[in-house]
């Protein structure tokens, strides 16, 4: 995907779009991690020398008789796998004597050995307030997006976050743990899942009933008696073997953690409701919500869950949203009260055929929102509307997203005049019906100074039109990515002309210019694909005669 999420945070001057998964936008990315691998590998007593060959693929240094080379751990490392490797040895010294840069030594050592038991006693006597995970991943563990969640070989079916739970529901007494960061994990559904239980887990057995628990979330939430039943059900399934080993109900902290918040799955808001009941608080800077079924946690009571200082980027996805007068109403007032929002993400969500003044009303809301600077309103329908909206947009955005959403030539006229265009670095207009408006985008094109990212792909625009528009990106003075796709392939010359015009845009790193592979000519759709695959390599090897190989074709 060429251009950026609206939930990611994008340095547009320094990052590197042919190198977009080596970048910190990306770093809980399997494929990054894979790339950031150090060329060694650690394993018993012994460090293995590695190399990546040229398709990026990691290998042993092999010595003449083509046996790995390796080279012994060090006195230092070997001390601390033998104190981690048996968690009784931790146990009988008297850690919170020791020097505490130690710590941070000790716990990375034994994530690298997957000690389970050892990880959960550093936890529980962590001496410092703050403990940052992802800080302590050993740098040559491969990363990928399930690390801590996925059940271990030797675990007996248990994960690196058993042990984190674990170490956190038994802090003891002299530990000064405040605050832990699992931040870095956002693609990991599981793992902000399983943090949010972490309220029930604690809570004494005597208190887990149905009828109790439901007196206390329905105070926030809209759940059934037997949603919760069944929730415990699932509770007391999942953690058996964990259970045995809690001190149930001991009082400690507050410990706050910091996560990437998923409200797309029912665990996290009732954790986030139970969270007052129990020695854990809950923060986050970027939350995305989605309506469920058998739970609902109104957007207008988001403030009483989660800390409105630190929500900085939200994501809501509610198609019916603009149907259900209530829905709405808690929509608008659920946003007015997060005024630190710096993104604001509603894809599919504003209708003005469901809800005429939907527009109107939201930029009221914009008012409260001084800190706006990203808006992504993908697939939402604006037909004739986006002059209400822009008319109230008096923020400097960074990032408007307007994928998909019905824009009319009217709609475009008045993108075109608004007195904020000049601050974006990112348009996104693709999947609307632009057929006859290219001389109006190519003088928007003039307008946006630092436009980065741009996007006007399956729009409908004649080969004359993207050409057209392609010559005046050659004026913009920043431009990284391009998105020109059009529905079916383009002839061979037409391509060749485009790539003629790409090459000379200075600063443009990739070029979105091909549809899919399904819209490829063929009989079958490894055929499409083989047909695909062909004109990227024969547009590639073109940009390599005029001199630009660094352009990426995707």
């Known amino acids: ?70 080279s012994p751990r060090k006195l230092q490392d070997l001390c601390q796998y033998e104190m981690v490797s048996q968690s009784r040895r931790l146990e009988s010294l008297k850690l919170n004597s020791l020097p505490s840069d130690l710590y941070p ?55 690196l ?53 439901h007196s206390l979330l329905r105070k926030t939430l809209a759940i059934s008696k037997d949603k919760v039943q069944r929730y415990l059900n699932r509770i007391s399934c999942i953690y058996s073997n964990i259970d045995l080993l809690v001190r149930h109900g001991h009082m400690f902290g507050p410990v706050t953690i910091a996560l990437d918040c998923k409200l797309t799955i029912d665990d996290v808001p009732i954790g986030l409701a139970l969270q007052g009941h129990s020695p854990f608080r809950y923060v986050c800077q970027r939350a995305w919500l989605e309506v469920l079924p058998d739970v609902c946690l109104p957007v207008s009571l988001i403030n009483k869950v989660l ?7 939200i994501e809501i996805e509610d198609s019916e949203v603009c149907s259900d007068p209530c829905r709405w109403e808690c929509l608008l007032e659920g ?33 409260s929102l001084s800190n706006l600077r990203k808006l992504n309103l993908a697939s939402c329908t604006l037909k004739d509307s986006l002059d209400s909206l822009l008319s109230y947009l008096t923020c400097s955005l960074t990032y408007l997203n307007l994928r998909d959403c019905r ?7 008045s993108l075109l005049v608004w007195s904020k265009l000049s601050s974006l670095r990112e348009l996104n207009l693709s999947r609307n019906n632009l057929s006859s408006l290219s001389p109006l985008i190519a003088n928007m094109l003039v307008r946006m100074e630092l436009i980065t990212c741009f996007s006007v792909s399956f729009c409908s625009l004649t080969l004359e ?15 990284k990515v391009l998105c020109v796709q059009s529905f079916i392939p383009p002839p061979s010359y037409e391509v060749r002309g485009i790539l003629e015009d790409c090459a000379n845009i200075s600063t443009l790193q990739k070029c979105v210019l091909l549809p899919e592979a ?3 000519p063929g009989t079958h759709i490894s055929q499409r694909a083989d047909n695909h695959s062909r004109t990227v390599i024969l547009c590639s090897q073109y940009l390599d005669q005029l001199g630009r190989s660094d352009i990426e074709l995707e």
């Open 1 to 70: 995907m060429a251009m950026t999420d609206a939930m990611d945070e994008t340095d547009y001057s320094a990052v590197d779009f042919n190198q977009l998964e080596d970048s910190v936008n990306n770093f809980d990315s399997y494929d990054a991690s894979m790339r950031r691998h150090p060329p060694w590998l650690t394993e018993g007593h012994f460090v293995y020398h590695l190399l990546r060959d040229g398709d990026g693929k990691l290998g042993f240094v092999k010595d003449g008789q083509g046996e790995p080379i390796c």
């Open 105 to 159: 030594c000790l716990m990375t050592e034994a994530i690298l050995q997957k000690q389970l038991k050892s990880i959960a006693y550093l936890i529980s006597t962590w001496p410092f307030p703050l403990l940052h995970i992802q800080s302590l991943i050993p740098d040559e563990e491969l990363v990928c997006n399930d690390y801590l969640t996925l059940a271990l070989e030797n675990g007996e079916g248990m994960s």
């Open 161 to 213: 976050m058993d042990s984190f739970a674990l170490g956190l529901l038994s802090l003891k007494p002299h530990s000064r743990l405040k605050c832990v960061n699992f931040t870095g994990f956002r693609h990991d559904r599981r793992l902000c899942r399983e943090l949010m239980r972490l309220p029930i887990v604690w809570m004494r057995p005597g208190d887990r009933q149905s009828g109790y628990l």
């Open 307 to 313: 800390e409105p200082r630190y929500l900085t980027h």
């Open 335 to 367: 946003l007015s009260q997060l005024s630190e929002l710096q993104c604001l993400s509603l894809p599919n969500s504003i209708h003005v055929t469901l809800l005429p003044t939907a527009l109107s009303q939201l930029c009221a809301v914009f008012k």
């Open 407 to 413: 824009l009319t030539p009217s709609d475009i006229r």
């Open 465 to 479: 039109g993207i050409r057209h528009i392609v010559r005046h990106c050659m004026d913009c003075s920043y431009l």
């Open 518 to 520: 399904y819209a490829f």
